[in-house]
């Protein structure tokens, strides 16, 4: 037996999220029916975490057990072989078995795409918010150190998920602009449901002035009805996940 | 009546290429419908030229004659609320009499992106080609110069055109690494049938190692057997057109 962790890249348009469930298509179905293609095995895909509906992942990593012989280096072409085109294994490793993808990740990076044009552009439609108005860039980049260090997210998870702190730890943010794309990152240790997108959607609101008031108030209130909209799965993608 | 130049942004994927014809849809003709819907004209949109299925546009220009009243500004999205979403204006002009998109172009620019990665990687998969091969870009850096200046491209053309002279200018040329993506640039004052994707698949062959011919070479022989092969149409972009 083995421990196998995989790093996928998937295009999360026309999948009902990551995890498993009825009624429509998941990421990690899809998988775990190409492993069992190659290894005749029905695994449990283990993975750093759900991603929602539409929501992309560069470096999403999973791990899985398997009786297999096959190669770790062989792996990825395998598994690829029986894969959709807009899933890809890009890495595989052979760790521990006291190796899992969710429980053993130290931090992640997630990258969030605003698409701010006059109009719409067809080549980032399915990977960017488009938001026609104008936005203060300056002043995005100010309200997004706030977001940096130690805070209780309360402000910024949707409701319908259960845990058991809110609190998490943000190490690093950028905001970046580059044309017509204003390209954010996140990294910490843990994102609440929904956090990144509702991160973001404040940024937006403060930006194009739609809302006055700080991150900084918003993190103190604790409470989601100052933050602002969620922004739209489509912008956002799992970039990479520290172990 | 007035003349009204647009620019158009496309996603070709899912078109049989700019121009109208049978079995297929077309850009030209999902334009054209839309275009219908808001001035109940039939009218006829001239590009700046062609582009085969696949091929995408950032900055595609066409014009067309309008007794309409609808004023210029409100044109783009106009059209684009007929239009689906991986097409979009992104500019109108009222222009001269005399302009013809295609017959007043004075030069072009090419985008052609390559994915030049381990594994295929799914966010690119529509707008790039995935060679997977390790590829000698300071090679491929120092044959590309050669393609600058007045040439006879004859070797870059495919079959199936007929032009009066296989004669072109280059004026700029441009390959840039970005992690997995190398992006090339061509800006001329036309381009033969195929030219940017055979000119791209002979700086693969080469990079490759697979040819060893110079590009300075295969321009002289005006032969295409002496050319590599044809690279993929997803991976091109028709980025400005200069008038």
Redesign the interface.
Known sequence: MRNIMITI???GTNYGGWQKQNNTLSIQQVIEEAIYKITKERVNLISSGRTDAGV?A?GQVANFMTNSKILVEKI??AI?SKLP???????AKEVSFNFHARYSAKKKRYKYVILN???????Y?N?SYYVKYDLDIDKMKEEIKFLIGEHDFKSFMSSGSSVKTTVRTIYDVNINKQDDLIILEFEGNGFLYNMVRIIVGTLVDIGRGKIDISLKNIIDCKDRNKAGHTAPACGLFLKKVYY
């Open positions: 890249e998937y295009d992309h560069i990825p072409n690829n085109n807009d899933i890809s294994v890009v890495d044009s006059k109009y719409k552009r067809p080549i439609r990977y």
